[in-house]
C-alpha cells in the first residue's frame, strides 16, 4: 500500500468526507427503496389485471347466456386491457427505469469513495488530496443526478427517508 503522508489530518475536511461517504450510502438506499416502490406498484397492477381478466372470462364462461353479465364481463376485460396499455404511461414506470439507470451509475461512484475513504482513515491522503477528493466526487455525482428526472421528480415519501435513514445507520455501525 501507499506510505503515509506526514502531515496533520485536518479533522474538518475528514469529517466533511465521512459525511459525504454517509450521504453517498443514503442516496443508493433511498433511490434503490423508490426502485424497489415502483416495481411493487408495477406488479400489482399487472397481478390485479391478470386476476380481474380471469375472473372476468371465467364469470362470461359460466353465466355468459345472461346478455347482462355476458356485456359486463366483456366490458370489464376491455377495460383491463385498457389499463394494461396505459400503465406503461404512468409516471412510476418512467422512474423505475431512470432509478434503475441512475443507480447502476452511483454504485460504482460509492464503491470508489469507500476505498478513498479507506486511504484518507489509514492516512494515506494529504489535505490538499482529500479536498481535490470531494470536490471530484461532488462533480460527479451531481453530473450523474443532472441527467435523471428533468421532466419529473421523485416523490418526497417520509417512511422511505426514515427506511433509508435506518439502513445507512445499520450499515456504518461498525464502519468507522
Same mark, same amino acid.
Given at each position: 500500500?501507499?506510505?503515509?503522508v506526514n502531515e496533520a489530518l485536518d479533522m474538518?475536511?475528514?469529517?466533511?468526507?465521512?459525511?459525504?461517504?454517509?450521504?453517498?450510502?443514503?442516496?443508493?438506499?433511498?433511490?434503490?427503496?423508490?426502485?424497489?416502490?415502483?416495481?411493487?406498484? *408495477?406488479?400489482?397492477?399487472?397481478?390485479?389485471?391478470?386476476?380481474?381478466?380471469?375472473?372476468?372470462?371465467?364469470?362470461?364462461?359460466?353465466?355468459?347466456?345472461?346478455?347482462?353479465?355476458?356485456?359486463?364481463?366483456?366490458?370489464?376485460?376491455?377495460?383491463?386491457?385498457?389499463? *394494461?396499455?396505459?400503465? @406503461?404511461?404512468?409516471?412510476?414506470? *418512467?422512474?423505475?427505469?431512470?432509478l434503475r439507470e441512475m443507480l447502476a451509475e452511483?454504485?460504482?461512484?460509492?464503491?470508489?469513495?469507500?476505498?478513498?475513504?479507506?486511504?484518507?482513515?489509514?492516512?494515506?491522503?494529504?489535505?490538499?488530496?482529500?479536498? @481535490?477528493?470531494?470536490?471530484?466526487?461532488?462533480?460527479?455525482?451531481?453530473?450523474?443526478?443532472?441527467?435523471?428526472?428533468?421532466?419529473? *421528480?421523485?416523490?418526497?415519501?417520509?417512511?422511505?427517508?426514515?427506511?433509508?435513514? @435506518?439502513?445507512?445507520?445499520?450499515?456504518?455501525?461498525?464502519? @468507522?
Amino acid at each position: 500500500m501507499g506510505k503515509t503522508v506526514n502531515e496533520a489530518l485536518d479533522m474538518q475536511l475528514y469529517n466533511t468526507f465521512w459525511r459525504k461517504l454517509q450521504q453517498s450510502k443514503f442516496d443508493l438506499i433511498y433511490y434503490g427503496l423508490h426502485f424497489d416502490g415502483c416495481v411493487k406498484i *408495477s406488479r400489482r397492477i399487472k397481478y390485479a389485471i391478470i386476476g380481474i381478466t380471469t375472473l372476468a372470462t371465467g364469470a362470461w364462461m359460466t353465466w355468459g347466456s345472461i346478455a347482462m353479465v355476458g356485456m359486463i364481463c366483456a366490458i370489464i376485460i376491455l377495460a383491463s386491457q385498457v389499463v *394494461s396499455a396505459v400503465s @406503461e404511461k404512468f409516471p412510476y414506470e *418512467s422512474r423505475k427505469l431512470e432509478l434503475r439507470e441512475m443507480l447502476a451509475e452511483l454504485e460504482p461512484v460509492y464503491l470508489e469513495m469507500e476505498n478513498d475513504w479507506r486511504s484518507i482513515q489509514n492516512l494515506k491522503m494529504s489535505n490538499q488530496k482529500i479536498q @481535490e477528493t470531494i470536490q471530484k466526487y461532488d462533480k460527479k455525482q451531481a453530473e450523474i443526478k443532472r441527467h435523471y428526472f428533468k421532466d419529473d *421528480s421523485l416523490p418526497d415519501i417520509d417512511t422511505l427517508r426514515l427506511q433509508a435513514d @435506518e439502513k445507512t445507520e445499520e450499515d456504518f455501525k461498525y464502519f @468507522e
